[in-house]
């Protein structure tokens, strides 16, 4: 998708869409549109239910007195509270109303009616927003039909001041980069993506400035990394841990952590999951994938802060060299843990990177992503990311971070009465705690690896990674939730 800034013009394009406010607030081009057609406009809208609120639209087609195919009136709700995420929401939606119209070339007329923006930064979210919505993961279907792909290649935003709004863009497009990537990682499939072959995509953030280490299976084993390796001893595919460096920020500053589950498939091991649905468990790598999205946003921007991205890599498969329930596993850490079921190996594997990068980074703050849990969907369902955190001041800032962008999270509690449920018979701990409370009792999990005053919060993302529901800037599929999160937290808490 070719995405364009225009300063006001006559537009040649097949559709130009323009912005209509809440109760039918024309917009001014809206307005001469309306005066062009001889008050086609108005009639159209007399005619119809359309009444200027966010995701309505209004088709005129080839409309007497302009020379374009397609006008299209786009409900952008009250003006005065139209934010970076109306405007991402509202060309975003926008261009998924005229991605299979036929229309080859979109122009979409960002005013602000009087809203907080400057139009410049409207103009630029409209853009972000564009990028974000226009996202497709065909690159297996060999067989598409030319009407089956979407037919827009094209979108100008119309703004007075374009090159401002081009400036602001910059950096919203390092994002939607690093959105796209984490998306990418999460629709590939598991025989293509695997440890290794997400470790390769890892060293590509190099090209960005980013130093990236890559720990294969020997190193990790003199690390001892050793619950970590014990979920991929069943699998041909070797286990890797990959560690992104980005240091933005002032020499003597303490890095943030950011911590990924990258579990390439998760069949559950020898404690096998049923057949149905196992395929979502490509997916299970949604937190790595969170993580290395938000270092290629982070690095693409130039952020000025220190950023540690880490990453463990496994496949989590039954064979005759798996682990079993009932194995005891030292961790990095020194503590001993017992392995009551194989499908819980997702904590297994953040438990050692949580050691390593306190051990080695010291970091003023800690956040791991990770596909944690069923029973997190079943509490949250999938509007909001779990979170759990040991400090009010890192929840608030992830909370508020994921308020700004739309990826909204919901904090959890964490307790002594539940960390009980984790207590073994042979071992330090065992890796479930039971049914109730499962997500909790993860979390309880984790702090036991987290050193008393580092601040650590703990997304269970299960619910979010992967989506069946189309959203304005998320379409169905792998959606890169976490990466503009994190992004976002890194801006608010971590720069300057
Ligand atoms: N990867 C799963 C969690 C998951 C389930 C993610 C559904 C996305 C959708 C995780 O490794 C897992 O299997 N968790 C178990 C834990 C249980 C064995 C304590 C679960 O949630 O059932
Ligand atoms: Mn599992
Ligand atoms: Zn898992």
Redesign the pocket.
């Known amino acids: 998708m070719k995405i364009a800034f225009l300063d006001p013009a006559d537009a040649s394009t097949d559709a130009l869409v323009v912005a209509v406010g809440a109760e039918n607030a024309l917009s001014p081009a809206a307005e001469a549109a309306d005066k062009a057609t001889g008050g086609a406009v108005s009639r159209a809208i007399a005619a119809s239910r359309f009444t200027g609120k966010p995701r309505q639209f209004l088709d005129l087609l080839a409309p007497n007195g302009l020379s374009i195919g397609r006008l299209v009136l786009a409900g952008l709700g009250k003006p005065a509270e139209a934010n970076a995420k109306a405007w991402q929401d509202w060309a975003g939606a926008a261009y998924s109303h005229l991605a299979s119209s036929g229309a080859a070339s979109v122009t979409l007329q960002v005013e602000t009616m009087g809203g907080p923006l400057p139009e410049s930064d409207a103009a630029a979210n409209a853009a972000f927003g564009v990028g974000l919505a226009c996202y497709r993961f065909d690159r297996y279907r060999t067989t598409e039909k030319p009407d089956q792909k979407p037919s827009v290649t094209e979108a100008t935003i119309m703004v007075a001041g374009a090159k401002a709004a081009e400036e602001a863009h910059t950096p919203l497009a390092e994002i939607a980069a690093g959105v796209t990537l984490a998306r990418n990682l999460v629709c590939e499939p598991a025989n293509v993506l695997y440890p290794e072959t997400l470790a390769e995509h890892c060293a590509t953030l190099s090209a960005q400035g980013v130093d990236v280490e890559i720990m294969d299976e020997a190193r990790l084993e003199a690390i001892g990394m050793r619950t970590l390796l014990a979920v991929g001893m069943g699998s041909a595919r070797d286990s890797r841990v990959v560690v992104m460096r980005w240091m933005g920020g002032p020499d003597d500053q303490a890095p943030v952590a950011l911590v990924g589950k990258g579990?390439t498939f998760?069949t559950?091991g020898i404690?096998i999951?049923p057949a149905g649905g196992m395929e979502?468990?490509k997916?299970?790598m949604g937190g790595s994938a969170a993580v290395i999205g938000a270092m290629r946003a982070i690095s693409g921007r130039k952020a000025k802060a220190n950023v540690i991205g880490i990453v463990g890599l496994v496949e989590?498969m039954p064979s005759d060299r798996a682990q079993r329930p009932g194995d005891v596993v030292t961790s990095l850490s020194g503590q001993t843990v017992e392995v009551i079921?194989t499908?819980?190996?997702?904590r297994l594997v953040l438990c050692d990177l949580l050691t390593y990068v306190q051990q080695t980074y010291k970091p003023k703050a800690i956040v791991d992503l990770a596909?944690?849990?069923?029973?997190i969907?079943v509490g949250l369902g999938h509007h909001n990311g779990g979170l759990f955190a040991n400090d009010d001041a890192l929840a608030d800032g992830l909370t508020s971070a994921g308020k700004s962008v739309g990826e909204h999270l919901w904090r959890m509690p964490l307790g002594e009465e539940y960390d009980k449920a984790l207590k073994s018979h042979i071992a330090d701990m065992k890796?479930?705690?039971g049914?109730d409370g499962?997500s909790i009792t993860?979390a309880q999990f984790l702090k036991r690896f987290v050193e008393d005053g580092t601040p650590w919060a703990h997304l269970d993302i299960?619910?979010m990674?992967?989506s069946s529901e189309a959203k304005p800037t998320v379409p169905k599929g792998g959606t890169g939730y976490g990466v503009r999160l994190l992004d976002q937290l890194v801006a608010d808490q971590f720069e300057g």
């Open positions: 579990v998760d559950g404690s999951k979502d468990m997916w299970d989590n079921n499908d819980a190996e997702g596909t944690l849990t069923g029973a969907i890796n479930v705690g049914r499962g993860a299960a619910g990674a992967w």
